[in-house]
């Protein structure tokens, strides 16, 4: 084989560059994917929460929107534009900013929310008293915050009888 017919790198650079075009885009499409099932899933809990049916979402829509519709963006398998967005938030109560702040969160810091557990224990909210105890169980370089993945807030959430969200939003307002 003469060094003409043997492959050199720069005849590699178009493969190597679709390569990392290639999982720049599967990365994209794998954060989008999880960013519309998380959005779903909190459209979803709360009209649930609200005791809706998706004909009752409809109503209070005041749009010709379908059942079909809903249930797609609520599954996270069709995406919506922002007045779509806008119009389920009007209709659930649901502040936009907060809402996708928290998906965003979600999708990528895998939900990771950090508790100020000083204020907290100095708050009247009924976890109080497990952030006093927590709190001296943490090292003092924590400086009294501590980061609650996902699965944890869920559990706090459920002790408190509410969802994540309603969790986050009484602990903001307590601290």
């Not at 499409?29 to 005791?51: H, T």
């Given at each position: ?18 390569r ?14 999880k ?20 004909p ?11 059942n ?83 699965p ?8 408190c ?15």
């Amino acid at each position: 084989m003469t060094n003409r017919e043997k492959p050199s790198l720069a005849d590699n650079a178009p493969e190597a560059a679709t390569r990392a075009v290639d999982r720049r885009k599967d990365n994209r499409v794998d954060i989008e994917a999880k960013f519309l099932k998380a959005l779903g899933k909190e459209l979803l809990s709360a009209r649930q929460s609200r005791g809706w049916t998706r004909p009752d979402l409809v109503l209070a829509m005041g749009l010709g929107q379908s059942n079909e519709a809903i249930a797609s963006h609520e599954f996270g398998t069709r995406a919506m534009t922002v007045a779509r967005f806008g119009s389920y938030c009007t209709a659930l109560g649901l502040p936009p900013g907060r809402l996708i702040d928290g998906v965003y969160n979600d999708v990528v810091n895998d939900g990771l929310e950090v508790l100020d557990l000083t204020e907290l224990a100095q708050s009247g909210h009924s976890l109080a008293q497990w952030a006093a105890i927590r709190l001296r169980e943490l090292p003092r370089k924590s400086m009294g915050r501590l980061l609650v993945p996902g699965p944890a807030q869920d559990k706090l959430a459920e002790l408190c009888g509410c969802d994540r969200g309603q969790l986050f939003g009484a602990l903001t307002a307590a601290a």
